[in-house]
């Protein structure tokens, strides 16, 4: 099942042996984690952070998916059969994914069940009816015996596209300039809100132009960036109108 994988994102330690891993799990939680053996074919190896010629070790791959099992203090990583794809679209409500290259090039089956990861925001959605819509990335991912996708990491460069639903409603023009986990500067929106009246807490653009000429009305997001801030909106129901929504 999807539970038994993750992604490597990187590999680094002081030592080549013992090397220690950024990875992704099928939730899109984090983790730095220590791994003492990869599993190839049925045999054990221990792990290292590069090759280094010895045939009883391996090193532990980037970008890479492997099955998991965790010890009392560190994994053993497990190599596993994964497809891949580059300038990949992801598209809610489309059961597949297409790919310009690599082994997903000519789609790839998903289903209600298949985990989407995004491994750059942190984020899974279960379902093809339900994942965000995402162009331009680079996808690893791994079969289940229907020859359907069971688990999609999604990484790289990519933007996400705003689904149709994807509408947000100004109450105030009001935002404040923060610094992210990359210590870029953006701004959250702090009188958000969605259609359906529920509070948005993490609304967020890296323009501060766009946050400078936002004003009170309901907003359509078209285009994300890969840190999932808003790139593009367009308003779609004036300020007269949104106090209709308070």
């Not at 790919?99 to 990861?117: K, Y």
């Not at 923060?178 to 953006?186: F, L, P, Q």
């Not at 309901?218 to 808003?230: A, F, S």
Request: net charge negative; no cysteine.
């Amino acid at each position: 099942t999807a539970e038994d994988y993750l992604f490597v994102k990187e590999v680094g330690t002081v030592f080549n042996s013992e090397p220690s891993a950024k990875v992704v799990f099928y939730d899109g939680t984090e983790d730095t984690i220590t791994v003492d053996q990869i599993i190839d074919g049925g045999k054990s190896y221990d792990a290292v952070k590069s090759e280094d010629n010895n045939p009883a070790t391996k090193a532990v791959a980037e970008k890479t998916i492997y099955k998991f099992t965790k010890g009392s203090s560190s994994y053993d990583l497990e190599v596993v059969a994964e497809k891949a794809g580059t300038s990949a679209t992801v598209k809610k409500d489309v059961p597949s994914i297409s790919a310009q290259t690599g082994e997903a090039a000519n789609g790839q089956a998903t289903n209600n069940n298949t985990v989407f990861v995004d491994v750059e925001n942190n984020n899974s959605w279960v379902g093809y009816k339900n994942v965000s819509s995402k162009t331009g990335a680079d996808v690893k991912l791994v079969l289940n015996s229907d020859n359907v996708a069971e688990v999609v990491f999604i990484y790289g460069n990519f933007t996400s596209d705003a689904d149709a639903e994807d509408y947000i409603i100004l109450k105030g023009t009001g935002y404040q300039a923060e610094k992210d986990k990359n210590n870029k500067t953006v701004y959250r929106f702090i009188d958000a809100y969605y259609a359906n009246g529920e509070k948005v807490e993490d609304l967020y653009t890296a323009s501060e132009t766009l946050a400078k000429n936002a004003k009170k009305a309901m907003y359509l997001i078209e285009k994300r960036d890969g840190d999932d801030y808003v790139q593009t909106w367009t308003p779609s129901r004036s300020e007269e109108h949104t106090s209709e929504l308070q």
